[in-house]
């Protein structure tokens, strides 16, 4: 069973990710709620994949990837984007993020794109 | 999913996060450039967009992305312009209160701002951000389009 950590400031997406992932049988082994917590939590549980806001305080997802790619470099990460944020996802794709999903969570999209970054790592 | 969960963490939450933008806001009354006041409008504007865009509650998505925009451009400014400028946040927040007001105390939504959210993306009659994205073929197609055309650079990931 996959390892999922979810990055958000806001309770509200940790918890509809949480429902999304876990109705389809992957476990959340942690949260963290800004971009500091979130590179602390990945180095602590070495998760399977982090999804990764892009806004956050503190540290931006953006910056979160790079300090997750600096001490793993086949970290699996996804981003968590809203619509006009095309920019910063192709950001954070160039900083090492795998591939993304965009708010509003669409479950069938969230899950496909798990699915298929994690067939990758196999 | 149980909406009814979700409406009621939307209502916890963006209440929280009004509170911080008034708080933001005031600070901003004292300097018009205190970037951290400006980031957490932001981020506080940004959240709340994107919890109503899920529960789509589209008038709250519309003023919140309207200032969402507006902050970006004070972002990137470094400071909000003058105190007309500081003024029309202030009116943002305010119409953004009253409509999580009323979804807390009728279970209604809101009629939608458009006037308002307009208002609060172009009164510096700037491009807005997706107009002036370097590549009109990301920034204006939809959900699919996007992916594709980002999808030469997931591929090289």
């Known amino acids: 069973m996959a390892r999922i950590l979810v990055a958000d400031d806001a309770s509200f997406m940790r918890q509809m990710i949480r429902e999304i992932v876990e109705s389809e049988g992957f476990e959340v082994c942690g949260e963290a709620s800004d971009g500091v ?38 970290a699996c990460v996804v981003m968590c984007s809203a619509l ?31 699915k298929k970054v994690l067939e990758k790592e196999d | 999913m149980d909406m009814a969960k979700y409406r009621q963490v939307f209502i916890e939450e963006s209440t929280e996060h009004l509170a911080e933008m008034s708080s933001a806001l005031l600070r901003l009354e004292k300097n018009l450039a205190d970037h951290d006041a400006i980031d957490l409008v932001f981020r506080m504007a940004h959240s709340i967009k994107g919890m109503a865009a899920s ?11 309207g200032l969402e925009d507006r902050m970006q451009e004070i972002r990137k ?15 943002g927040l305010d119409c953004l209160e009253s409509m999580v007001t009323a979804v807390r ?40 389009a996007k992916k594709k055309a980002l999808s030469p650079i997931l591929a090289g990931g």
């Open chain 2, 105 to 144: 105390t009728t279970g209604q939504l809101p009629p939608p701002d458009p006037a308002l959210a307009a208002v609060l993306t172009n009164r510096l009659d700037q491009p807005s951000p997706q107009a002036a994205s370097p590549d009109p073929a990301v920034a204006s197609a939809p959900d699919a």
């Open chain 1, 37 to 74: 917590e979130a590179v602390d939590e990945f180095k602590r549980l070495q998760p399977d994949v982090v999804t990764m806001d892009i806004v956050m305080p503190r540290k931006s997802g953006i910056d979160a990837v790079r300090g997750i790619i600096a001490l793993d470099p086949t």
């Open chain 1, 84 to 114: 006009g944020q095309e920019t910063l996802v192709t950001e954070a794709i160039q900083a090492g993020a795998r591939d993304f999903i965009v708010k509003p969570f669409k479950p069938d999209a969230v899950i496909e794109t798990l």
């Open chain 2, 55 to 65: 529960l789509e509650y589209d008038s709250i998505t519309q003023v919140s992305h």
């Open chain 2, 77 to 91: 400014a470094g400071r909000v312009a003058d105190p007309e400028e500081l003024g029309l946040l202030f009116r």
